[in-house]
């Protein structure tokens, strides 16, 4: 019986984990200044939230499934947040490069709540492209997955029921983030190295060039 409960818990993929993660990521969003935010900074993390909200209601509660609205509801959200991320990004830069900047203070913790949100919002585009997405995911083929864990590649680790849950995803973003390169788990398709790709170059921008010329301010 608890084989049994252990192989179940790992082919469950818990959303509650996505919600936590995206209310973290709205947060971030909230406590952007104004004139990092399209509009004011309540506008898109309302948004968020009401899609947020709508997701537990067209996620199916089967572990395994195919649900059109529930795809639409989730790229909607990410994508969203994506743009909100960008706009800020490139507002900072904008100052940057355009208007003498005299707030470091502000600038360097501009640029963390950036790369934060930065890390959440690749963590859950791979979430969600990965095999098709956490419905789907557990019956593709390995050669159609778009990600390489560890744990498929190591005989000694590799369970045959193991499955990666929105948290794997989380710890490839981050670690695609800090080391701009993947670490231990291997993008397999081109659409997840080229997404890999553009969350390296925006967490190069939001560190090497704004961390660093607030650094230069402050000093």
């Known amino acids: 019986m608890a084989s049994l409960f252990r192989n179940k818990h790992r082919l469950h993929d818990p959303v509650w984990h996505v919600q936590i993660a995206m209310v973290v990521a709205i947060i971030l969003q909230l406590t952007l200044p104004d004139k990092f935010s399209v509009g004011t900074r309540y506008a898109i993390p309302g948004i968020e939230a009401l899609l947020l909200v709508i997701l537990s209601f067209t996620t199916p509660k089967e572990k395994i499934f195919k649900s059109i609205s529930r795809r639409v509801n989730v790229i909607l959200l990410i994508g969203i947040t994506s743009t909100a991320n960008a706009y800020a990004l490139g507002e900072v830069a904008n100052q940057l490069l355009k208007h003498s900047v005299s707030n470091g203070r502000e600038l360097i913790l501009t640029a963390i709540n950036i790369y934060l949100t930065n890390i959440i919002i690749f963590g859950l585009w791979y979430w969600e492209m990965d095999g098709g997405g956490p419905g789907e995911r557990q019956l593709v083929k ?23 849950t ?19 788990t291997m ?19 939001a560190i090497a060039l704004v961390a660093a010329r607030a650094v230069n301010i402050l000093n």
């Not at 498929?152 to 193991?162: C, G, I, Y």
């Not at 983030?177 to 993947?182: D, G, I, T, V």
């Not at 993008?187 to 921008?205: F, G």
């Open 166 to 184: 929105f948290l794997d995803y989380v710890y490839v973003s981050s670690t695609n983030a800090m080391a701009f390169s993947p670490t231990d």
């Open 187 to 205: 993008p397999l398709s081109r659409r997840a190295k080229m997404l890999m790709l553009l969350q390296s170059t925006v967490s190069l921008i």
């Open 142 to 164: 390995e050669y159609e997955l778009d990600f390489y864990f560890p744990q498929q590649q190591n005989e000694l680790l590799k369970h045959p029921e193991w499955k990666p």
